[in-house]
């Protein structure tokens, strides 16, 4: 039976469109109250919601078989991830959807408030030429203060470096390495960033240490004439001292698209013209939302088919920065721990998993817990999360070792996974593109590994191919992809197979009896 997810709130197609061709079956019910959603939810082994609807612990509890949960963006503040843990629901969300757009906003907001453009434009359309009123400031040469160098702040750091700005900042979980990179001057604390900034802008989550972030003793230690923006959340800037301090005159201009308790109709800040306001438009691009879309079905996707999910908010996560590096790898790990598993035919003992390049900075216990899942799903001994990894492995007398290299042979980025002698590499050179096989027990290869798979393993001499390929051609066995593996340090080659046709002991035994020199043969299925 398919599986159902369903989505009550307005996403773009490139959602539903993913997931259909997935075979999952979709339902958009939009505009239900929580009472309409709790007769129905029960039906659903995934949920995509955007910041609208209210998930709910009660809701959770009446969903009976909710697998997903998918926030069709970055926050997941309408969501109660606790009660989703609680009954094991994976609670994932699109963290790299929109921040191009969420930067081009900051930065037109403060060009906005620097030239006093939504001012100048009211006024031409009320038939007023007043070009003194619209006295502006350059950014060229000004100090801009970035309260949060993550994703959004450093491309803002880099579009406002861009305008000839100096930049400072202040980010507790930034390395220096990261700041230096961006041009950017961090500090230990907001006292010491404060009465530097011309402009003020934030790019931070909102948590019980973000909320009144800036209050009055902020502001007043502010620059005289500084002006702030905010298209990260409300709540960060105490909105009634801000709308003090502006009709004080100490902040010149401020552009904010977040608010507490949205909608806002009515707020301290609407009696100044100085204020632009705009509707939380910070994601409401169409290529935001496209991204959205498409990264949300898929990260459901995953979650409905058990593999571990990226950017699952209640369980080990890839950090955002890397998140479309590492993405790709968690399916390729999967299809690792199964080869893995079927070559040794037994469960092994022992699992390294060393991440090199790129990927080396994700949490590599997302790759662990899928080249894990991969081994036990296809011996059929169990479910693994990153959060349960190192425990079903000593369940299963697994021996981890996990590491990460900045070597990465030639590659951007690769995977390679140790299980007991079986050794293999991957690499994934396009996020849209299959991985690809590059070693196996010391073998170099590059092929991408089919549903099918022959892999012998003989002494090398003439016409060993051929002998293979007359019995498979006699059984109807179609030969899709081939290469041979060599090693210098030993005389043995390693054949690898991609193969179209079902094949019974009956060819295995004929194919093991025909090879001379025959070393050993797997037959893989994927």
Not at 332 to 347: I, K
Not at 400 to 425: F, K, R
């Amino acid at each position: 039976m398919a599986k159902r997810v369903l989505v009550t709130e307005a996403v773009d197609k490139a959602c539903t469109s993913i997931l259909r061709s997935r075979g999952i079956a979709v339902d958009m019910k939009l505009g239900l109250n929580t009472d309409q959603l709790k007769d129905i939810i029960g039906q659903y082994d995934g949920m995509i919601v955007r910041s609208h609807t209210q998930v709910t612990r009660e809701l959770i509890e009446a969903a009976g078989k909710l697998k997903v949960i998918g926030r069709a963006g970055v926050s997941v503040d309408n969501i109660d991830v606790e009660a989703a843990t609680d009954h094991n629901v994976i609670v994932c969300n699109a963290p790299n959807s929109n921040i191009v757009s969420a930067a081009e906003l900051a930065m037109g907001l403060i060009i906005a408030a620097s030239r006093s453009i939504p001012q100048a434009n009211e006024a031409m359309h009320h038939g007023v030429w007043d070009r003194a009123a619209c006295k502006g400031t350059e950014l060229y040469e000004k100090t801009l203060a970035i309260f949060g160098l993550g994703r959004v702040g450093g491309l803002v750091a880099q579009r406002a470096a861009a305008f000839g700005m100096k930049l400072i900042g202040y980010d507790p979980y930034c390395s220096r390495d990261r700041a230096t990179a961006l041009g950017v001057e961090l500090y230990d604390s907001i006292d010491e960033v404060l009465p530097q900034a011309d402009y003020i802008t934030v790019h931070m989550p909102k948590t019980e240490e973000t909320t009144g972030m800036f209050g009055p003793l902020e502001f007043a230690k502010m620059k005289d004439g500084v002006i702030v923006i905010n298209v990260a959340r409300g709540g960060i800037y105490d909105e009634k001292a801000l709308s003090d301090f502006i009709a004080a005159g100490k902040v010149r201009a401020v552009g904010v698209d977040v608010f507490e308790g949205e909608p806002v109709i009515t707020s301290p800040l609407h009696e100044f013209d100085q204020a632009i306001l705009t509707p939380h438009i910070g994601a409401d691009t169409s290529e935001a939302q496209r991204r959205a879309g498409a990264q949300i079905a898929n990260y459901v996707a995953l979650g409905l088919a058990g593999s571990v999910v990226p950017t699952a908010v209640n369980l080990t996560t890839v950090p955002p920065e890397v998140v479309d590096v590492a993405a790709p790898y968690v399916p390729a790990c999967q299809l690792m721990g199964s080869m893995a598993a079927q070559l040794n035919r037994d469960t092994p003992q022992y699992l390294g998993v060393t991440a090199a390049g790129r990927i080396a900075t994700s949490d590599i216990q997302v790759f662990v817990a899928s080249t894990l899942k991969g081994i036990l799903d296809y011996k059929e001994k169990g479910v693994v999360t990153p959060k349960n990894a190192e425990e079903v492995a000593h369940r299963h007398g697994i021996a981890i070792e996990a590491s990460t290299t900045a070597a990465s042979d030639g590659y951007s980025s690769s995977l390679t996974i140790t299980a007991d002698d079986v050794e293999l590499a991957i690499t994934v050179a396009d996020p849209q593109r299959p991985a690809r096989l590059v070693s196996l027990f010391g073998y170099r290869f590059d092929l991408v590994p089919g549903k099918r798979q022959l892999i012998f393993r003989y002494s090398d001499a003439p016409g060993r191919i051929g002998v293979i390929g007359t019995i498979l051609g006699e059984h109807g066995i179609n030969i899709t992809t081939m290469q041979i593996g060599k090693r210098s340090d030993i005389d043995s080659a390693l054949v690898f197979m991609n193969v179209e046709g079902d094949l019974d002991d009956a060819v295995l035994d004929e194919l093991r009896e025909s090879i001379d020199g025959l070393e050993d043969l797997w037959y893989i299925v994927l």
